[in-house]
């Protein structure tokens, strides 16, 4: 199992066959992988199920086929493995009508925490909430709101920490602090599951990477490999020109071009290299005499890339 | 048991502050106006026919239980539809503490807002006719009353983002028509179980709620045990949903 770049050899979380479907919906489809001590990074578009991913993990999903583990539990069974697990939900789950430290010292009261206010204080300075923590929830910023539902998930000391796009809404220190903090914590031996959708986001945190897109696996390993499955695509480009054809023909002799197509006078080409073409396409329409009016890549979206990688199209 | 105390203290808090809860109370203060309208027109006698006969099914049958569905639905409902359940359910307590601390809770607060509107009611009685004695027995029955449909609507409000439409159609044809009009089913009406805890204690007048009560005996224990085994069901089914439910939709 450990071969699989989806598997690490010293899991604390496993999904086995995992599937969820909402109706005829289908958001993760038959999931297997695993998850270890440090930073793994959950890629994928809106809608590939990462979150959906989650909340199974975190026991507030029921999965509809497979199996999954945390600490060798079944959260939904044993309750008592949430001692040791914290959550940050996407969605803007907080109290408002609390102040920031309430909230965070009812979250370390729920915990069973020793003393609560004390944890409290430790985690909202982990964020660097301190200043506004007497403040009401309600008047608080999307940043801050993201920082003390961070402060919620850490008050109890947690080993498996589920992030769901935490630095949503962070401004770019608050980004930093946070992104230093999830390391000190990974640094520590905890298992920390980060989804985001921006992949350069993720490259900052994690030291590993499963994506997924249509709730399926699409690809798993570190950073680099996947950013090298990423440039390794081929990007389809709209040109529009006085004479497409003539453009066409000559494009076809370079090996930049993987294919050419002239569709209502428009050329559209499939490259592997953007900057070879761009490189290429001004000589050749000089050499030809040939009037560009708009070079555009097409279909350049994160939902496009993940869809190549896991159907090849 | 720190844990279940904390979370019917948040519940407490984030129910009984908001804005809705002005609202309820106004609610439970209509009765008192009818009865001091009434009341300075009418005679003693008829003052305490018509407490008996108007304002208890009033406050028992419309102003509580519309006071309990709306916390009550809202106890675990607003966590479910605001997603904050996941701050609470992914904690080391058994969903069934959870569930008895919402239902405390919803309860608590529905009986602070219905419970102080049957007191100045009961203090208007008192102050029209003279006759205080009243007002343990109606609040008694208010708290019984209260739990009772506490524990239904919690367990609407998980299920359903529809509870107070809902709740509204099953106060209106059940408790409304249904249990008064067929006695083989009265004794299900939760107003009336309340209202035989009236009687059970307030036995002076008892010929006034005959026709209320509909065949529902008048005991007060025989009404709270009722309640409890409602509310001890309620969590019961509540714990089983939320781990075999999706708690967030």
């Known amino acids: 199992m450990t071969t699989s770049p989806a598997f690490v050899s010293n899991p604390t979380v496993e999904v086995t066959e995992l599937s969820k479907w909402f109706g005829q919906k289908v ?5 297997s992988c695993s998850f270890g001590p440090g930073i793994t990074g959950l890629l994928g578009p809106n809608g590939a199920g ?8 975190a026991g507030l999903t029921q999965p509809s086929r497979g199996q999954l583990t945390v600490l060798d539990t079944d959260p939904r069974r044993d309750v008592m493995v949430f001692q040791k697990v914290g959550l940050v939900p996407e969605d803007d789950a907080v109290y408002e009508f609390l102040t920031g430290r309430q909230y965070v010292e009812y979250g370390a009261q729920l915990a069973g925490v020793r003393n609560p206010a004390q944890a409290a204080t430790h985690a909202i300075g982990a964020v660097g909430m301190d ?23 850490l008050v109890n000391d947690p080993e498996i920490l589920y992030l769901d ?18 390391h000190s914590l990974a640094n520590e031996g905890r298992t920390l599951i980060v989804s985001s959708h921006v992949l350069a986001e993720v490259e900052k945190m994690a030291t590993r990477i499963i994506a997924m897109v249509d709730g399926r696996l699409a690809a798993a390993g570190d950073p680099s490999a996947i950013r090298a499955a990423f440039t390794d695509i081929p990007y389809r480009v709209r040109i529009d020109a006085d004479t497409p054809r003539k453009l066409g023909s000559a494009l076809l002799n370079h090996s930049v071009i993987r294919s050419v197509e002239v569709l209502d006078d428009i050329l559209h080409v499939q490259t592997r290299d953007l900057g070879d073409l761009g490189r290429l396409l001004p000589t050749l329409a000089r050499d030809l ?6 070079v555009q890549p097409e279909d350049l979206s994160l939902e496009s890339v993940f869809r190549y ?4 199209k | 048991m720190t844990r279940v105390f904390a979370i019917a203290r948040v519940t407490v808090y984030g129910l009984v502050g908001r804005r809705r809860s002005l609202g309820l109370v106004l609610l439970g203060l209509v009765p008192a106006v009818i009865l001091t309208i009434f009341g300075l027109s009418e005679t003693d006698r008829e003052t305490e026919e018509f407490f008996r006969v108007g304002i208890l099914p009033m406050v028992l049958g419309v102003s509580v239980p519309i006071t309990a569905l709306i916390l009550g639905a809202a106890s675990l409902g607003d966590e479910r539809q605001q997603k904050t359940i996941s701050y609470i359910a992914m904690r080391p307590i058994r969903r069934e503490a959870i569930a008895a601390a919402k239902l405390a ?22 102050w029209t006719t003279g006759s205080w004695d009243e007002i343990p027995a109606f609040l008694i029955a208010t708290g019984i009353t209260t739990l009772g449909f506490v524990a239904v609507f919690q367990v609407v409000g998980f299920i359903t983002d529809r509870a107070v439409i809902i709740g509204l159609g099953y106060l209106l044809v059940w408790e409304g028509i249904v249990t008064g009009a067929a006695s083989q089913v009265s004794t299900t009406s939760l107003w009336r179980i309340g209202a035989s805890a009236y009687a059970g204690i307030q036995t002076e007048g008892l010929a006034d709620l005959e026709d209320l009560l509909s065949g529902v005996n008048p005991g007060v224990w025989g009404a709270a045990a009722k309640v409890v085994v409602l509310a001890l069901t309620s969590v ?10 999706d708690l967030v939709r």
């Open chain 1, 27 to 31: 958001a993760v489809s038959n999931l």
């Open chain 1, 50 to 57: 990462k979150t959906t991913l989650l909340r199974m993990l």
């Open chain 1, 131 to 153: 200043d506004a923590a007497g403040r009401r929830i309600e008047g608080y910023s999307k940043g801050m709101r993201q920082r003390i539902k961070v402060a919620g998930a």
């Open chain 1, 165 to 182: 796009e935490p630095l949503n809404g962070a401004d770019p220190l608050q980004r930093v602090r946070l992104i230093e903090l999830f």
């Open chain 1, 289 to 294: 005499d040939v009037r560009l009016t708009m």
């Open chain 1, 309 to 312: 990688l896991v159907h090849g």
């Open chain 2, 105 to 126: 809770a919803a309860w608590l607060s529905s009986f602070l807002i219905a419970g102080f509107g049957a007191l100045v009611t009961g203090v208007v009685f008192g």
């Open chain 2, 236 to 245: 019961a089914v509540t714990g089983y949903l939320m781990r075999d439910r």
